[in-house]
């Protein structure tokens, strides 16, 4: 069973315009949230994380926000360029020693 | 500072063989973790080391091991290959094991079993 889920495999956004990327989790027990951005035949790179004591957390044109609730966590892009034409994994973590869980990704097209 | 270093990037191997990974973390990193990329189950975690101990392993089989040595470099080691085995093997280091410091991965080793 997948725990944490990216449920657009694809998203298209024009340049310019806000990019709202989603990710849905079942474990209650993670605590730590993070998003890794990957370009073609490069290793994922770190791009901005929340502990769920947060509900937003910014830096420059990325923000994050967390709903504990209803285990929804979203990343933000504004605006959005074209370098930001990438797949974007969502990532979640216990705190223990086990590793990061992640969805499958979204690949994020940016039209000019 | 040098990133995190995978070698080789590409392997092709046959069903029953058995091949080594070999990761080289960012200088001064002690945490190495590797992960499984597939299209179906996107990025799985395999297992950690810090400080040449394992701290823990992903749910796969035990063809699936690896090692940590003094300097902090990674191998990674897969015996008796199964055409299931064909993915894109991630390598990440940190400074420290944890969720305080985030995962820097390296361009992977892209395994191919015929």
């Known amino acids: 069973d997948q725990q944490v889920k990216q449920n657009s495999p694809s998203l298209s956004v024009q340049e310019g315009r806000i990019s709202i990327l989603n990710c849905d989790y079942t474990n209650s027990m993670f605590d730590y949230f993070l998003w890794y951005k990957k370009y073609p035949a490069e290793g994922p790179t770190f791009l901005i994380s929340i502990s769920s004591i947060k509900d937003k957390n910014e830096d420059g044109r990325f923000t994050v926000f967390l709903n504990k609730s209803a285990k929804h966590l979203s990343l933000h892009i504004v605006p959005s360029q074209p370098g930001d034409s990438a797949v974007y994994f969502c990532?979640?973590?216990?705190?223990?020693?086990?590793?990061?869980?992640f969805g499958k990704g979204t690949h994020l097209i940016i039209q000019p | 500072k040098a990133g995190v270093t995978q070698t080789p990037r590409y392997l092709i191997k046959t069903r029953g063989q058995q091949v080594t990974l070999s990761c080289s973390p960012i200088?001064?990193?002690?945490?190495v973790s590797w992960y499984q990329q597939t299209p179906g189950q996107g990025l799985q975690f395999l297992f950690e080391y810090f400080s040449e101990t394992q701290r823990n392993k992903g749910n796969f089989p035990g063809r699936f091991s690896g090692r940590q040595f003094s300097n902090s470099r990674s191998e990674m080691n897969v015996s008796t290959l199964e055409l299931g085995d064909s993915a894109l093997y991630l390598c990440a280091s940190s400074l420290a094991s944890g969720v305080n410091s985030p995962l820097h991965f390296g361009n992977g080793t892209r395994l191919t079993v015929t």
């Open positions: 200088s001064g990193h002690r945490s």
């Open positions: 990532a979640a973590s216990t705190g223990g020693a086990d590793g990061l869980t």
